[in-house]
Nanobody, 125 residues
Framework: QVRLVESGGGSVQAGGSLSLSCAASGITVSASCMGWFRQAPGKEREGVALIDRRAIQSYTDSVKGRFTISRDNAKNIVHLRMNSLKLEDTAMYFC???????????????????WGQGTQVTVSS
């Protein structure tokens, strides 16, 4: 059974930084399509960042240059480092995962198979 547990959320002022973590069990992050998603009140869930088993990263345009997704294979954890946070980054952040083949394409739609419970990020002025 796959279990994803997010942590690291909190409140921060605009321009600040936070690091989120997604601890995985029942799945190997280095052999999976791993994604971070977020959902703000009244808005649809959106994909934020992906990392595939080749460690290729991709980001939604609004976070490029500010967010970095990475993984710790030994600890089976995926991180999301968020710098230069903006008010519009306020949302519940979720981790998602799905095993993937070496040559398969990791997309937000593909990653959204198993989900964590989320961690809240609030950015204030």
């Amino acid at each position: 059974q796959v279990r994803l547990v997010e942590s690291g959320g909190g409140s921060v002022q605009a321009g600040g930084s936070l690091s989120l973590s997604c601890a995985a069990s029942g799945i190997t992050v280095s052999a999976s399509c791993m994604g971070w998603f977020r959902q703000a009140p009244g808005k649809e869930r959106e994909g934020v960042a992906l990392i595939d088993r080749r460690a290729i990263q991709s980001y939604t345009d609004s976070v490029k240059g500010r967010f970095t997704i990475s993984r710790d294979n030994a600890k089976n954890i995926v991180h999301l480092r968020m710098n230069s946070l903006k008010l519009e980054d306020t949302a519940m952040y979720f981790c998602a995962a799905r095993p993937i083949g070496w040559f398969s394409t990791c997309t937000y739609g593909y990653a959204g198979d198993s989900w964590g419970q989320g961690t809240q990020v609030t950015v204030s002025s």
